[in-house]
Each structure stands twice: as structure tokens, then as C-alpha cells.
């Protein structure tokens, strides 16, 4: 039968420290003296583990002491860690040699998180004895949680909305109060719906005021609770634009010395079209002669025809769009004093 027995030698000596909270030194020290044998057998004996509990669901352990001696032996408790208590017959009166007699310990778990250990110290009326010790382990789940921190609103059209949901529960029962902490970008909404312990944000993707250019993004959206143990929450919003015609590159940038650069349209579904327009705002650029004929795939030819760096934005209207395919078109030098920090990524089309 297992049981633990400790002096305050020996856990010096062992270095039993996971077991034994910081500060709890066993019984006064006898440098001259050895404890004697134990005579109390445990059951069950060394750490056990209460599993996962919700943060107001207290678990009791129950723990039995036979008195292996041919005395009486009485017991007391000496340390608890917080929110730990203990009670039953065992430390009610001394136990008869021979006899048993039990003990339940009780964990609430309130106002803790995580991975949590706890323990007892218990003495005795023989000063030969030494500490006894009731190490347990246990989970406490958050009071607030989400049904996950990421979602993905897929590839969506530009004249889509598409819909994101995080949905927070309370398991104490409270009211679920949430607020965004960082501002959201114009073309990203949010509301939330509900009340009481189960709350929802509901995220909106507008595809039609992002920015030209911009075809993909994972926005980091930062929610403060008003749980005490959960107070921030990071969540996660993937997007992906497409159009009907795609651009490639999204972006038209010219490098340094580049004075021309090649653009082409794809049609997603490999029909043909036709480019009916093409202009652009700005200066500093020039879009060659526009394909009279309808193709799948449209090349047009960008020319540079200012020496410094600049900015336009390309207009194409083509068939089967209703509305206008915008791709930002840009001068950018490699100069330290005229560098833009820009990273062109080559696109790829599904």
C-alpha cells in the first residue's frame, strides 16, 4: 500500500519541491534526531489528479488512513494552499491502532485558470513522526471562451458580403460584455448579438471599399472582456477578393531603370472578353494600344515616361464586368532617398 512520509530533512535532501509548496518546511527540524518510521499507510498515496474542472465546480478527494501502529495516533493540519480545505472523521479524533479512518479534501476552483497543484500538510501528536503530504493536480477551464479565434471568409466576389461569427459563453453563468480594442478598417463591420452569458460578434466583409490592388488579407481584430481571468482576446479574419477578370500583377510597379511593363487580364472562367477602356489617373504613365479582339487573356503594355517616381491608377472596363478594374500603377527607385519600402509578391492565379 502506497503512502507518503516526509520530513523536513528528507525533502531538503530529495528535492521534492514540485510536491511541497515554497515555504512549507515540514515539521521543526530535529538535527539530532531521526523521525521515526511512519505510522500512517495513505490511500490513495502520492499526487492525484482531479482532472478538468469548470471554475465553479469544486471536486473532493476522499482519502483514507489506516494506523499501521499499536498506539493511538491523532492528526492535525498543519498548511493548505489556497482554496483547499479538508474534513472528516480522521481529523476528528485519534485513530485506534489497527483502524481506518478518512479524510475528504476539497478544491474550488474559483478565481484560477490552467494547470493548478495543490497540497496539504498534516502532522501528528507523536513529535517522532514526521509531515504527511495530499499533493493533487487539476485543470480549471476559463470562465470565458470562443468557439475559436480564426475564421476565413473564403473567396469572395467583389459584390459579395460575406458573414464571420465568434461565438463567447460564460460557463459561471455572468453577462458576457465585450469591446473591440483596436479600430476595425472601413471595409470590415462588426456588431454583437445577443445578451447574457452567451454573446456573438458578427463580422461583415465589404470587398467593394478595399483598396485596389489588394487581393487577399488576415486581419488581427483585439476584443476586450469583462472577464477577469480573460480579459483580451485575439481574433483572426482571413479574406480573399476576386474578380471576374483578374489582374496580374495586381499591382504595376516599375523598377528603377524599367520603362515598360507587361499587363495581363485572365478571365476566371476562361470565356472571352473584350477591354472596351482603359485609362489612367495620374501622370507619369502611358497604357499602349488596347486588343480590338475578345480573348480569355488580354495583354496590355505600360510605358514610364517621367524620370522620377510616381503614381497612377489604371481604369479598365471590359466586357463582362459591371463594374471597372482598378490596378494601381507605380514608379518605385531602389535609392535610399526615394525608396517606398514596397515588396512586390508575384500573383498567381488560381
Same mark, same amino acid.
Given at each position: 500500500?502506497?503512502?507518503?512520509?516526509?520530513?523536513?530533512?528528507?525533502?531538503?535532501?530529495?528535492?521534492?519541491?514540485?510536491?511541497?509548496?515554497?515555504?512549507?518546511?515540514?515539521?521543526?527540524?530535529?538535527?539530532?534526531?531521526?523521525?521515526?518510521?511512519?505510522?500512517?499507510?495513505?490511500?490513495?498515496?502520492?499526487?492525484?489528479?482531479?482532472?478538468?474542472?469548470?471554475?465553479?465546480?469544486?471536486?473532493?478527494?476522499? %482519502?483514507?488512513?489506516?494506523?499501521?501502529?499499536?498506539?493511538?495516533?491523532?492528526?492535525?493540519?498543519?498548511?493548505?494552499?489556497?482554496?483547499?480545505?479538508?474534513?472528516?472523521?480522521?481529523?476528528?479524533?485519534?485513530?485506534?491502532?489497527?483502524?481506518?479512518?478518512? #479524510? &475528504?479534501?476539497?478544491?474550488?476552483?474559483?478565481?484560477?485558470?490552467?494547470? /493548478?497543484?495543490?497540497?496539504?500538510?498534516?502532522?501528528?501528536?507523536?513529535?517522532?513522526?514526521?509531515? %504527511?503530504?495530499?499533493? *493533487?493536480?487539476? &485543470? @480549471?477551464?476559463?470562465?470565458?471562451?470562443?468557439?475559436?479565434?480564426?475564421?476565413?471568409?473564403?473567396?469572395?466576389?467583389? /459584390?459579395?458580403?460575406?458573414?464571420?461569427?465568434?461565438?463567447?459563453?460564460?460557463?459561471?453563468?455572468?453577462? @458576457?460584455? #465585450?469591446?473591440?480594442?483596436?479600430?476595425?478598417?472601413?471595409?470590415?463591420?462588426?456588431?454583437?448579438?445577443?445578451?447574457?452569458?452567451?454573446?456573438?460578434?458578427?463580422?461583415?466583409?465589404?470587398?467593394? =471599399?478595399?483598396?485596389?490592388?489588394?487581393?487577399?488579407?488576415?486581419?488581427?481584430?483585439?476584443?476586450?472582456?469583462?472577464?477577469?481571468?480573460?480579459?483580451?482576446?485575439?481574433? %483572426?479574419?482571413?479574406?480573399?477578393?476576386?474578380?471576374?477578370?483578374?489582374?496580374?500583377?495586381?499591382?504595376?510597379?516599375?523598377? $528603377?531603370?524599367?520603362?515598360?511593363?507587361?499587363?495581363?487580364?485572365?478571365?476566371?472562367?476562361?470565356?472571352?472578353?473584350?477591354? #472596351?477602356?482603359?485609362? #489612367?489617373?495620374?501622370?507619369?504613365?502611358?497604357?499602349?494600344?488596347?486588343?480590338?479582339?475578345?480573348?480569355?487573356? /488580354?495583354?496590355?503594355?505600360?510605358?514610364?515616361?517621367?524620370?522620377?517616381?510616381?503614381?497612377?491608377?489604371?481604369?479598365? =472596363?471590359?466586357?463582362?464586368?459591371?463594374?471597372?478594374?482598378? @490596378?494601381?500603377?507605380?514608379? @518605385?527607385?531602389?535609392?535610399?532617398?526615394? $525608396?517606398?519600402? *514596397?515588396?512586390?509578391?508575384?500573383?498567381?492565379?488560381?
Amino acid at each position: 500500500m502506497r503512502f507518503m512520509f516526509y520530513s523536513a530533512t528528507m525533502i531538503m535532501v530529495l528535492g521534492l519541491g514540485p510536491g511541497v509548496p515554497a515555504g512549507w518546511a515540514g515539521a521543526p527540524r530535529q538535527a539530532s534526531k531521526p523521525f521515526d518510521p511512519p505510522r500512517l499507510e495513505i490511500t490513495p498515496g502520492g499526487w492525484v489528479d482531479l482532472g478538468e474542472l469548470g471554475p465553479l465546480e469544486p471536486k473532493e478527494q476522499r %482519502y483514507r488512513f489506516r494506523n499501521a501502529s499499536p498506539a493511538p495516533i491523532a492528526l492535525r493540519v498543519l498548511d493548505l494552499s489556497p482554496g483547499v480545505t479538508v474534513a472528516g472523521p480522521a481529523l476528528e479524533q485519534p485513530i485506534p491502532p489497527g483502524a481506518s479512518a478518512e #479524510l &475528504a479534501l476539497r478544491v474550488d476552483p474559483a478565481g484560477w485558470e490552467g494547470i /493548478q497543484q495543490r497540497n496539504v500538510r498534516l502532522g501528528t501528536d507523536d513529535p517522532g513522526q514526521g509531515s %504527511y503530504y495530499l499533493p *493533487v493536480r487539476l &485543470a @480549471v477551464r476559463p470562465d470565458l471562451s470562443v468557439d475559436g479565434v480564426r475564421r476565413s471568409f473564403g473567396d469572395v466576389g467583389v /459584390q459579395e458580403s460575406p458573414l464571420a461569427l465568434f461565438t463567447f459563453v460564460r460557463e459561471t453563468g455572468q453577462p @458576457v460584455r #465585450l469591446q473591440l480594442a483596436t479600430p476595425l478598417p472601413d471595409y470590415l463591420e462588426c456588431e454583437t448579438r445577443g445578451s447574457g452569458p452567451r454573446v456573438q460578434l458578427a463580422f461583415v466583409l465589404r470587398p467593394g =471599399r478595399i483598396r485596389p490592388g489588394m487581393r487577399q488579407g488576415l486581419e488581427r481584430v483585439r476584443v476586450d472582456s469583462n472577464a477577469p481571468l480573460q480579459p483580451r482576446f485575439d481574433l %483572426y479574419l482571413e479574406w480573399r477578393i476576386h474578380h471576374a477578370i483578374e489582374a496580374v500583377p495586381a499591382r504595376a510597379v516599375f523598377l $528603377d531603370a524599367a520603362d515598360t511593363l507587361e499587363l495581363k487580364l485572365k478571365s476566371r472562367n476562361g470565356l472571352p472578353f473584350r477591354i #472596351l477602356r482603359a485609362d #489612367l489617373e495620374g501622370d507619369g504613365f502611358r497604357v499602349g494600344p488596347v486588343p480590338a479582339r475578345a480573348e480569355p487573356e /488580354q495583354t496590355l503594355t505600360l510605358r514610364r515616361i517621367a524620370a522620377h517616381p510616381g503614381k497612377a491608377l489604371l481604369v479598365l =472596363r471590359c466586357s463582362g464586368l459591371d463594374e471597372p478594374l482598378e @490596378v494601381p500603377v507605380s514608379c @518605385v527607385s531602389s535609392a535610399p532617398a526615394g $525608396d517606398e519600402g *514596397v515588396m512586390v509578391v508575384p500573383d498567381k492565379m488560381d
